[in-house]
């Protein structure tokens, strides 16, 4: 076998691994029984942002959307994640980025991470992961949300709402953000509460 072949088998294995692992993982939580609610935009007051962070940590748009929701009276947590070894960014109890420090070989985040997030109970998930990042994909398994909402995965049943979008362009992602957050954000005031 030569060495780009071996290069590639190693990267397809490692990806079915990943897949496998993730599965069996959303299954097991998939199993537990979890109270769902649907709250009115109004009544919601924890929130749970999800998101990928850009490179740079700057994470302009997502401070936006915590700032709007902040506006309207919710208490906010958001977890990012960089693919890079180490994050530069203060962490604060309701701000928070991960690197590669933060999960394993598999993209699983650490067991006091998933601990953390499961512990907390959030009305709503807001899930801004649009290239679908392992660490976050966990996350959204893992917390412990009356409501979960993003863009629509077909690859698993993430949401219990989800926006559908046909294609991102990765040079507008920014934008893409901003608009999936008003959708959101759109359906969650057309909810009422029973």
């Keep these: 076998m030569g060495k780009i072949t071996r290069i590639f088998f190693k990267g397809v294995v490692k990806k079915t691994i990943i897949k496998y692992l993730f599965k069996r993982f959303l299954r097991k939580h998939q199993n537990k029984e979890v109270k769902k609610e649907y709250k009115s935009y109004n009544n919601i007051k924890t929130v749970l942002i999800l998101f990928e962070s850009d490179l740079k940590e700057k994470n302009e748009v997502i401070k936006k959307i915590i700032s709007e929701l902040s506006n309207d009276g919710k208490q906010v947590d958001a977890i990012g994640y960089a693919k ?42 807001i899930d801004l ?66």
């Design 84 to 125: 890079k070894k180490h994050i530069h960014t203060i962490i604060r109890p309701n701000f928070k980025i991960l690197s590669k420090k933060d999960i394993n070989w598999v993209g699983k985040p650490t067991a006091s991470i998933l601990k953390k997030t499961e512990m907390k109970k959030y009305d709503l998930l």
């Design 129 to 194: 992961n649009v290239n679908r990042k392992v660490p976050l994909l966990y996350l959204n398994v893992a917390s412990n949300s009356l409501l979960k909402t993003g863009l629509y995965n077909k690859k698993y049943d993430l949401f219990d709402f989800s926006i559908h979008k046909k294609k991102l362009s990765k040079n507008k992602k920014e934008l893409e953000i901003i608009e999936i957050f008003q959708q959101i954000t759109f359906y969650l005031k057309k909810i009422e509460a029973k």
